[in-house]
């Protein structure tokens, strides 16, 4: 294959020099292939060996989970999310409690509270909690009662905070670790803010995980370096000794597994009944499953960018891409896998959630697969719907429909998306038709700031330009090209074309990505796909409408690095490209000057694409 067609599969951005190749998706390891013990020097039937029915019969049992249908009943099945609502800013936490009760926080210091109800949930109250992300004070919240009860100021910026008190309890315990340095202190919940302990010999290394078993009134901690430890959060703060079969010399365990791999566990979550723990891990990308009582890994998957790449190439992707969208992907990776490192995301898969049996070792389910969201915090609900009334054995049997819904189940999966202000339901029900066309499972639960109603005001005015705006000239050093646009469909990318244009902004730059019978591309101020911006400073969103398809010639797309990624790059192009649909808007088509596109698509470029000489757009008329 060469070069061009190599680098065909990535539309968009490219990498600057140094930066990692991403890659997209990773799956279980596939079975072991059973060996034929057949020879070729047996002729005719031959009577069995001793002991070899008992080894055929070892080698074809596999691994079966009781009962698993009913654990997939109990947990969502769409491939779409049903509804979303929104905070003002990035939301980083959505949290279900064991009252029924969703928690959601933003980067803005906001707290949400919602509450399940037998379908959806209902908001219950809004607390401004911080004025910053982190102000070094702690904010105790009664829950049930939606009140704060209490407001430690703590003296120091934290790290990481876990209540570490069993159920019941009269005095809640808060341990809080800091952030430059290893201690960890224990605060009573509703107390003046003076420390009941400190711990200071557990780690030597900022604390950033702490999770907290009520079974065995044990608490796992995980600092910056590498090191997880277990502790009891009472007096003598050390290796529980009343827990039975629990391990004694962390020598016994795996759980020098993450220095030996030079990472860092990104979170730690322990099962409902704390017998195991899971973790996933950067930079090695691993998801580990750890026994809790003997320490031992007993799971690892590798969802590694070099697995996701060898699995798509081999074709043993539970769910395969098109090359093209995986190159795609690609790009979206290589743009977020160093910042996932640096800010310590706990996973990042835009291919869909995957629901695995570990029992069996496969993927049972893939939820979102096709949404655009990159899903991020994730925290299920399985609860039972409430019992209203006396039920009798009646109208058990009955077959009323009424009492038959009342007694059906919502599990709920509530996930966080990658920068993005909304959170995400998935449930056992796909969005109504059209909903997703109309946006009416977007929910628009915010009021708009003041500057959101300023332009909101000045956004007729605007728009009566726009819709005036509907073609161009592109004036190019071979050429002009005549343009129609369509503000109806793409207004976003339009207004962006047409600001870029009036600025001045697209002069003299350069073609810098030219591929035969695909496309030809622009845009960049830089002139190595790397740079460009819109005309508002970030990156807007995409805009895709069943109108418009990538199935003919001349279509004028913006590039991009993967969702919601549109600067100021443009391409138009020589070939229909369905693959690209849903992936790249389009906001414009070229009705004449076509000999203007083939001779800067037949121009002689390098390994990279690019044209030997410089080709440049002179000026850019809208009309």
């Not at 949400?112 to 992300?133: C, N, T």
């Not at 030597?204 to 907290?212: E, I, M």
């Not at 566990?265 to 009944?273: A, G, H, K």
């Not at 996973?347 to 695995?356: A, C, N, S």
């Amino acid at each position: 294959m060469s070069d061009s067609e190599q680098d065909a599969s990535v539309l968009g951005k490219r990498a600057r020099n140094g930066e990692a190749e991403p890659a997209e998706d990773t799956e279980m390891d596939p079975p072991p292939a059973v060996q034929d013990d057949d020879s070729d020097d047996d002729v005719g039937p031959m009577p069995m060996p001793e002991g070899a029915a008992a080894s055929t019969a070892a080698k074809k049992k596999r691994k079966v989970l009781p009962h698993e249908r009913l654990y997939l009943d109990h947990l969502p099945n769409a491939d779409r999310y049903h509804k979303s609502f929104m905070h003002r800013d990035v939301i980083n936490f959505a949290v279900v409690t064991r009252t029924e009760f969703i928690i959601t926080t933003s980067t803005d210091g906001h707290l949400k509270l919602w509450k399940k109800q037998d379908q959806g949930i209902e908001f219950v109250k809004h607390y401004r909690a911080h004025m910053s992300p982190i102000d070094g004070n702690a904010k105790v919240f009664d829950v049930v009662n939606f009140d704060m009860i209490n407001m430690i100021k703590l003296g120091f910026m934290p790290k990481a905070c876990c209540w570490v008190h069993r159920r019941g309890q009269a005095q809640g315990i808060l341990a809080v670790s800091e952030e430059s340095s290893g201690t960890i202190r224990l605060y009573d919940g509703r107390g003046d803010g003076t420390p009941l302990e400190t711990l200071d010999k557990l780690h030597r290394s900022p604390v950033h995980l702490l999770s907290y078993s009520d079974r065995f009134d044990c608490v796992i901690s995980a600092d910056d370096s590498g090191f997880i430890e277990y502790w009891r959060p009472s007096e003598g703060f050390e290796l529980p000794t009343n827990v039975p079969e629990l391990w004694s010399f962390k020598s016994q365990t795996d759980l020098y597994e993450f220095k030996k791999s030079r990472s860092t566990p990104t979170c730690i979550t322990l099962s409902p009944d704390s017998l195991s723990f899971v973790t996933f891990s950067l930079p090695d990308r691993q998801i580990r499953i750890f026994s809790f009582l003997t320490g031992k890994m007993t799971r690892k998957y590798d969802e590694s960018l070099a697995a996701i790449q060898e699995m798509q190439q081999a074709g043993t992707a539970v769910y395969r891409v098109e090359d093209m969208e995986f190159g795609r992907r690609l790009a979206w990776k290589r743009k977020s896998s160093f910042q996932a490192q640096m800010e310590r995301y706990p996973g990042m898969d835009q291919r869909g959630i995957k629901v695995v049996n570990t029992v069996t070792n496969r993927v049972v389910r893939l939820l979102g697969k096709d949404e655009t969201v990159r899903w991020m915090n994730l925290s299920l609900y399985q609860g039972a719907p409430a019992k209203r009334g006396l039920t009798t054995v009646a109208m058990a049997a009955s077959a009323n429909p009424i009492l038959a819904d009342k007694a059906v189940r919502d599990p709920t999966l509530f996930c966080t998306g990658l920068k993005r202000q909304r959170f995400y339901m998935f449930t056992r029900s796909e969005p109504e038709d059209g909903s997703s066309k109309s946006g009416d499972r977007d929910i628009f639960n915010e009021r708009p700031t003041r500057d959101e109603q300023t332009i909101a005001a000045a956004a007729p005015a605007a728009a009566s330009r726009t819709a005036l705006a509907s073609s161009a000239t592109i004036h190019t050093t071979l050429g002009d090209m005549h343009l129609r646009l369509f503000p109806q469909q793409a207004p976003k990318a339009v207004e962006n074309f047409m600001g870029h244009a009036r600025s001045g902004y697209y002069d003299n730059v350069i073609f810098h990505r030219v591929i035969p019978k695909f496309m030809i591309q622009t845009g960049d101020p830089l002139g190595d796909g790397t740079g460009g911006v819109s005309i508002w400073g970030n990156e807007f969103e995409d805009e895709f409408s069943d109108d418009l398809k990538h199935d003919r010639p001349y279509t004028v797309s913006m590039a991009n690095a993967g969702p919601g990624t549109n600067g100021s790059q443009f391409f138009i192009t020589t070939n229909a490209t369905p693959w690209l649909d849903k992936k790249h808007t389009i906001f414009g088509r070229v009705l004449s000057g076509l000999e203007t596109v083939h001779a800067i698509e037949n121009v002689k470029t390098n390994k990279a694409d690019k044209p030997y000489e410089d080709i440049k757009i002179v000026n850019i008329d809208v009309e």
